[in-house]
Nanobody, 120 residues
């Protein structure tokens, strides 16, 4: 049993910043990767940023240079620092984790989503 709990979403003006957090808890043996996805109305869910257990990161081209993903392995927590926010960043942001549980197979888990709105 695994849960992902997100925080940090909200309303921000263009050019502003937000930091999202996602903490994984439960019957965790190992976390292979964590990341952030987003989905705007009428659009496909897309990968924003990911980080592997070995520390490799990747970003969508649209956020490179503006967003930074990081993790605190001891707390099973991933962060997304979002700077220079644009209206196009408005979406529901979802935390995702690739997890091996103590008694089950490796698989993917999702947070409930948190709304980020960038508007004047």
């Amino acid at each position: 049993q695994v849960q992902l709990v997100e925080s940090g979403g909200g309303l921000v003006q263009p050019g502003g910043s937000l930091r999202l957090s996602c903490a994984a808890s439960g019957n965790i043996f190992s976390i292979y990767a964590m990341g952030w996805y987003r989905q705007a109305p009428g659009k496909q869910r897309e990968l924003v940023a990911g980080i592997t257990g070995g520390g490799r990161t990747n970003y969508a081209d649209s956020v490179k240079g503006r967003f930074t993903i990081s993790r605190d392995s001891a707390k099973n927590t991933v962060y997304l620092q979002m700077n220079s926010l644009k209206p196009e960043d408005t979406a529901v942001y979802y935390c995702n984790a690739d997890i091996k549980t103590m008694n089950g197979p490796r698989g993917g888990y999702w947070g409930q989503g948190t709304q980020v709105t960038v508007s004047s």
